[in-house]
């Protein structure tokens, strides 16, 4: 069977717990299409020592491969923040794409969470989740996550990547017109892992 799972949203509102839930109850392959852009961007920025060249980035995103995705930097803010910066680039994300397709398209089922999922990279997936919360609320998880900083910074930080992503010229972040809208600011982790789950298993061959 071939199924694709599609979960967009912006950073710190779940979709990546969401998404990983979603895989473990049904069995799937699951795939944060972040790391690829983290991947690239925290190599681009080590390589050009601190500041990302778009050239270099699109040939570091061309040979990508997927042990790069087991760096543990990866997790920090400034993979976070070059990832933002490398995801504007038209080059990047062409290399990206077929990476992307192929593991959305896997024998067994695949969820993909990111940015464009359900509107650039998966248009035709058969279920398409967008998950989304306040901005303070998002804040306030990212600060718990990091532990160090300030809420206020992280809060600004949070806020001038969202508008990066929605700003840029390619793949912007936006909901997809087909999917689900999935609001975690006053969810447990439990319930909206429950919701997500019900609506993508209604949508599997022969699902209630």
């Keep these: 069977m071939r199924f694709t799972v599609a979960i967009d949203g912006p950073a710190a509102a779940g979709k990546g717990t969401i998404a990983r839930a ?9 795939l944060d299409t972040g790391l690829l852009y983290r991947a690239v961007g925290v190599q681009a920025l080590d390589d050009g020592r601190g500041v990302i060249d778009p050239h270099w980035a699109a040939e570091l995103a061309r040979r990508l ?19 933002s910066k490398v995801a504007t680039l038209p080059a990047v994300r062409a290399a990206l794409l077929d990476f992307q397709r192929r593991f959305a398209r896997r ?5 993909l969470d990111g940015r464009d999922i359900g509107t650039v990279i ?19 998880r990212r600060f718990a996550e990091l532990g160090t900083g300030s809420l206020e ?46 609506y993508v298993k209604c949508r599997l061959p022969g699902g209630a």
Excluded: N, W, Y
């Design 22 to 30: 979603v895989a473990k109850a049904l069995g799937f392959a699951h």
């Design 65 to 83: 491969e997927p042990e790069d995705l087991e760096r543990p930097a990866l997790r920090s803010a400034r993979a976070g923040q070059a990832a």
């Design 107 to 111: 024998e067994g089922g695949a969820v």
């Design 122 to 140: 998966c248009p035709e997936a058969e279920a398409k989740l967008f998950v989304t919360a306040s901005d303070e609320v998002r804040a306030g």
């Design 153 to 198: 910074g992280v809060l600004a930080d949070l806020q001038a990547r969202d508008a990066r992503d929605l700003a840029r010229d390619v793949a912007p972040m936006v909901a997809a017109k087909d999917a689900l809208l999935l609001d975690t600011s006053d969810l447990s982790i439990d319930a909206a892992v429950a919701e997500a789950v019900a």
